[in-house]
Nanobody
Framework: QVQVVESGGGMVQAGGSLRLSCVAS??????????VGWFRQARGKEREIVAS????????YYSDSAKGRFAISRDSAKKTVYLQMNSLEPEDTAIYYC????????????WGQGTEVTVTS
């Protein structure tokens, strides 16, 4: 069974940077994964997608708020997906979740526990 664990969250001042990591495990991950995405949920708001990457390709997606500031990348050998976040703003404060879309699924069906990011002004 595929599992993902996020890390790298913390508190940073506005303008700073953080790199989040999402490490996947499970013997079917590499062959059964369509995409890995980063989502976030701020207090009192709905969860939103931030960025995603196709596991067997280079195609990426960024939300409007992430474009130009965040970069998603993957290390296949380590089964890890990174989210480099630069020029952070207080509005980026949220719990960030990593999620996997498995083969044959139309939604992200495997979720991590999340890592908290706090950006202070």
């Amino acid at each position: 069974q595929v599992q993902v664990v996020e890390s790298g969250g913390g508190m940073v001042q506005a303008g700073g940077s953080l790199r989040l990591s999402c490490v996947a495990s499970g013997r079917h991950f590499e062959t059964h994964t369509v995409a890995v995405g980063w989502f976030r949920q701020a207090r009192g708001k709905e969860r939103e997608i931030v960025a995603s990457v196709r596991w067997n390709g280079r195609s990426t997606y960024y939300s409007d708020s992430a474009k130009g500031r965040f970069a998603i990348s993957r290390d296949s050998a380590k089964k890890t997906v990174y989210l480099q976040m630069n020029s952070l703003e207080p509005e980026d404060t949220a719990i960030y979740y990593c999620a996997v879309q498995a083969l044959g699924r139309t939604e992200y069906n495997v979720w991590g526990q999340g890592t908290e990011v706090t950006v202070t002004s």
